[in-house]
């Protein structure tokens, strides 16, 4: 006798998936180009990025007060930060209001044309809260 997976839908705001639930544990389907799932805490500093800053298809100015503070808090500047990797957090509301960091991993690089920016790592953003309870309080 098979088990039938029991699908059950996930929400944040607009953005749904379907988490399919089986003895090996979970599957996430893809629904309106959304994937929701837990992520293992993030070995970088978080450095604050404006996600309204975005200058390339990837990248975000750096050149922004909040940036430059949590730089400076390590001892590095914008020019001393170019390879470097970091995670880079943007404040956000998440559902039902509570605060929920959009946030991503990537390098600071210089641009010639846009200054310094966060280049984003090719797997995007993601929300605190999809962190795994040891980093979610950070």
Not at 19 to 26: A, D, K, L, Y
Not at 44 to 54: H, K, Q, S
Not at 97 to 125: E, H, R
Request: proline share 4%.
């Amino acid at each position: 006798m098979a088990i039938r997976p029991a699908w059950r839908p996930v929400c944040r705001g607009a953005e749904c998936l379907t988490i399919q639930s089986s003895r090996r544990g979970f599957a996430t389907r893809l629904i309106s180009g959304v994937r929701l799932q837990m992520r293992a805490p993030h070995p970088y500093p978080e450095i604050y990025c404006d996600l309204n800053a975005r200058m390339t298809e990837r990248g975000y100015s750096l050149d922004r007060q909040g940036s430059v503070d949590d730089l400076s808090k390590l001892g590095l500047s914008l020019s001393a930060a170019v390879g470097m990797r970091f995670t880079f957090v943007g404040g956000d509301d998440g559902v039902e209001g509570k605060p929920d960091d959009i946030m991503f991993n990537g390098v600071v690089v210089q641009d010639s044309t846009w200054g310094y920016l966060a280049l984003a790592d090719a797997d995007g953003v993601y929300w605190r809260s999809e962190l795994t309870d040891a980093q979610q309080s950070a």
